[in-house]
């Protein structure tokens, strides 16, 4: 049972990011395409074997038909696990890929010992081989398997999948096939060369090496889900400590980390904050941080208050006494902030409890700040609600386009890091080539230095900011809405607008959705002057292998912003792009000042910008761009449309008139920044399928003179899909 004075009851929260339908995702057609291949060629291959008397080749077939069942299995293990959960079976059918791909090992290992044992005794007692014959089957058997090979990889790298562990044996069978085709071709080799029939024996043992060690990693890794071991590659030792390390954390036990089946990472914690926080906003950020961080996606914690103050101060004084444990019997060990008496003296600003205000702006990043300075600008009495302090720092690549240029050029001490005029382009780290621009394209900032800077903007225009303050939550009347805070705080104001993020409490109270989700990596890397100078003016855009995926190099002065982005999901492959991708261009050797990454999500058409007075705009209403994913401009705008609808609404005469002045805020989303979205999804979609032909066509001089003007936003998304051209071809490559 848990205890806490000042909440009475427990805030156990639920995140997932992964779909809860089919498990490996992987298109059917394609494995049963491979299925029929190889089942095909295997009928061949076991009649060749007898003529020819060549173990190896019996070997091979032998191993085809495992294949074979392997397919199969996954086959027929996709449409079952994809069934939706019911009955006690509260996972649904899920971990019947996992004893699937242990049954697959355990055949490969069964198998091989057999091989192993008939080709010692060929060793023994040879036998003569139709060398011919056997290089023929061989080296078919090496197209085929290679064909097959490609099908199944194709078939599990489709955008958003996650990785199957059934799919992966599946793959490992006819990977080990391949090797054993290579390994039998050079046995025929030999045998027809020197007339030494043992080869085909030899080539047989090297066969079951190989099939042996593909099928004890699958046994290993299997077994390491049924016991409920950690993810390989996860230490619940860190993510107890990143846990912990968070603002406002005091204690975390409980925690369980384990797999549901295979790339499907779960963790539940009990989880212990300081008195008078959020622990919805403190379970939602400790929600994204498994997830970006440890690529958890299916995370339960418990979130409760501390104990009373005096309770604190004894476990600080007296740890032994393990009163903060707040639970009668932990499991495994405890992880605690380093001292706990820091937070109990830990007290927030308290806001007016009835202060009444216009405007009420919750987040203080680009979009928050932009409303309020709209709205203060248009007379209305505003309030900023951030929860952190400027400056701060947030992870951002830092690109500002020529939207956002304008949206702040009103901004004396814009802080520009730099300006660039070079862009240098790369195809999957490859085929790289530079264009210049005889005037900028963009501008680059930090944004710890650009939102204190809009911050100030803000205050000029006559905004109240108030930092370090928490929202826990909000509640509307007719004619107004009501912002709770923490230590039992309350204002009031005529408008809302939410600008605290796609994981924020504005986004839940308005019910947006999300149709589109990636997950960013970034590193800010010192380098030393010789290499700031080489960057100056130019970044670098890689155009990734998995679809969708890209990397860039933003220089910041003296520092450099390396960053990745792909489909959320795709953690693990996300984290050895941005680690392969800082190799190829040499920034990998210098320290990193700073490693994070974040969430961004793409709004769904039909996701609500307003709910009664509340509205929601930049992050937190999911208006970003979804090919590049860039939303510091779409921040800026819809934060300054969301400000004049409201201060509209506080200076309307009646509750119609002031209904209506915050629907204008959803017309001016709909008619500038909808439509730039649409187009972009276009173009993700096109780019997602036909990377090379994107970099092709900005190699060419007409591709650069329009990258250069869609980047100083001279023309835009929308208007460039509009053309019958590129109309025409997008629709083509989009197929």
């Known amino acids: 049972m848990s205890e806490h004075s000042d909440a009475g009851h427990a805030h156990s929260g639920h995140g997932h990011g992964h779909a809860h339908g089919l498990a490996p995702g992987a298109d059917r057609r394609l494995i049963a395409a491979a299925g029929a291949l190889i089942v095909a060629f295997m009928a061949g291959e076991v009649v060749a074997g007898l003529v020819a008397h060549s173990l190896a080749l019996l070997s091979d077939a032998a191993h085809m038909l495992t294949d074979a069942a392997s397919i199969g299995l996954v086959l027929i293990t996709m449409k079952v696990a994809g069934r939706p959960a019911s009955g006690g079976y509260t996972y649904g059918l899920r971990r019947l890929e996992i004893l699937s791909a242990q049954a697959n090992g355990i055949t490969l290992v069964l198998l091989a010992l057999w091989l192993a044992y008939e080709a010692v005794r060929r060793l023994i007692d040879p036998r003569p081989v139709a060398g011919g014959l056997m290089l023929a089957v061989a080296v078919t058997g090496v197209v085929v398997n290679l064909a097959a090979a490609w099908l199944l990889h194709r078939a599990s790298r489709r955008p958003g999948q996650r990785r199957s562990l059934n799919s992966e044996g599946a793959f490992a069978h006819v990977l080990t096939d391949l090797y054993a085709f290579a390994a039998t071709v050079i046995a025929a080799v030999v045998v027809l060369a020197t007339g030494f029939h043992r080869a085909d024996a030899i080539a047989t043992l090297i066969v079951a090496a190989l099939m042996v060690r593909a099928g004890a990693g699958l046994i290993a890794q299997s077994g390491r889900i049924f016991l409920e071991a950690a993810p390989a590659g996860v230490d619940p030792a860190a993510v107890g400590a990143a846990l912990v390390g968070r603002p406002h954390v005091i204690e975390v036990h409980d925690l369980h980390i384990w797999e549901i089946t295979s790339g499907m990472p779960a963790a539940s914690a009990h989880i212990l904050v300081a008195r008078h926080q959020d622990c919805h906003a403190i379970r939602a950020g400790l929600v994204e941080l498994l997830d970006t961080r440890f690529g958890i996606t299916h995370a339960t914690l418990q979130v409760d208050h501390v104990p009373p103050e005096h309770v604190l101060r004894r476990a600080a004084e007296h740890p032994e006494d393990g009163d903060l444990r707040h639970c009668e019997d932990t499991h495994g060990p405890s992880y605690r902030a380093p001292d706990p008496r820091v937070l109990v003296r830990l007290s927030l600003p308290v806001v007016e409890k009835r202060a009444e205000w216009d405007v009420a702006v919750i987040g203080g990043g680009p979009a928050g700040l932009a409303a309020a300075r709209a709205a203060a600008a248009a007379g209305a009495r505003t309030v900023v609600l951030e929860r952190s302090e400027h400056p701060r720092y947030k992870t951002c690549g830092g690109g500002l386009m020529g939207a956002s240029l304008t949206s702040v050029a009103d901004l004396e001490d814009l802080p520009s890091r730099d300006s660039i005029t070079s862009v240098t382009f790369t195809l999957h780290g490859k085929r790289q080539y530079t264009r210049r621009h005889d005037t900028p394209i963009l501008g680059m900032v930090v944004r710890d230095e650009f939102d204190d800077a809009l911050r100030r903007r803000a205050e000029a225009a006559g905004a109240v ?60 890397i010192d380098v030393p002057d010789a290499v700031a100078d080489a960057w100056r003016g130019r970044v670098l855009l890689d155009w990734g292998s998995y679809p969708g995926s890209y990397a860039w190099v933003f220089p910041k002065g003296g520092r450099l912003t390396v960053g990745v982005i792909a489909s959320r999901g795709e953690g693990e492959w996300t984290k050895r792009y941005l680690r392969t991708f800082a190799a190829q261009v040499k920034l990998d050797s210098y320290p990193v000042a700073r490693d994070s990454g974040h969430l961004t ?135």
């Not at 900011?465 to 939550?473: E, Y």
């Not at 705080?489 to 589109?516: C, E, K, N, P, Y």
Request: overall charge positive.
């Open 601 to 735: 999500r793409c709004r769904a058409d039909d996701s609500p910008l307003r709910r009664g007075r509340v509205l929601v705009a930049g992050d937190a209403a999911g208006l970003l761009e979804p090919w590049t994913r860039e939303g510091i401009s779409y921040a800026l705008r819809s934060g300054e449309f969301a400000g004049e609808a409201a201060a509209k609404a506080a200076a309307a005469e009646s509750p119609g008139s002031a209904v209506s002045a915050l629907d204008e805020y959803a017309a001016s989303v709909n008619r500038v920044l909808v439509p730039e979205m649409k187009a972009g999804r276009t173009l993700l979609n096109a780019f997602s399928k036909h990377p090379g032909m994107f970099h092709t066509g900005l190699a060419t001089a007409k591709g650069q003179r329009l990258f250069g003007r869609i980047c100083r936003s001279e023309i835009t998304y929308a208007e460039v899909v509009a053309k019958p051209a590129a109309r025409r071809v997008l629709a083509f490559l989009g197929r």
């Open 465 to 524: 900011i108030r930092q370090r303050t928490a929202v826990r939550g909000i509640d509307q009347g007719d004619d107004h809405a009501t912002v709770r805070l923490s230590g039992g705080a309350a204002l009031t104001a005529t408008s809302v607008i939410g600008a605290d993020g796609s994981a924020g409490i504005t986004a839940r109270h308005v019910g947006a959705d999300f149709a589109q989700t990636d997950l960013g990596l970034e590193q800010e």
